[in-house]
């Protein structure tokens, strides 16, 4: 796969798990926020 496709799957992934952490904040739903951001943190590994 080239390498900016790489890039935009990877922002794709970090904008679908940005969204889910503010819904998750949105409904008060602690342990779901430090799960995802937990994910996010680990996404670029």
Do not use: C, F, W
């Amino acid at each position: 796969m080239a390498p900016v496709a790489l890039a935009h799957k990877l922002e794709r992934q970090v904008y679908k798990l940005q969204t889910r952490i503010y819904q998750a904040s949105r409904r008060g739903d602690v342990k779901a926020v430090q799960r995802l951001q937990r994910l996010l943190l680990n996404l670029a590994d």
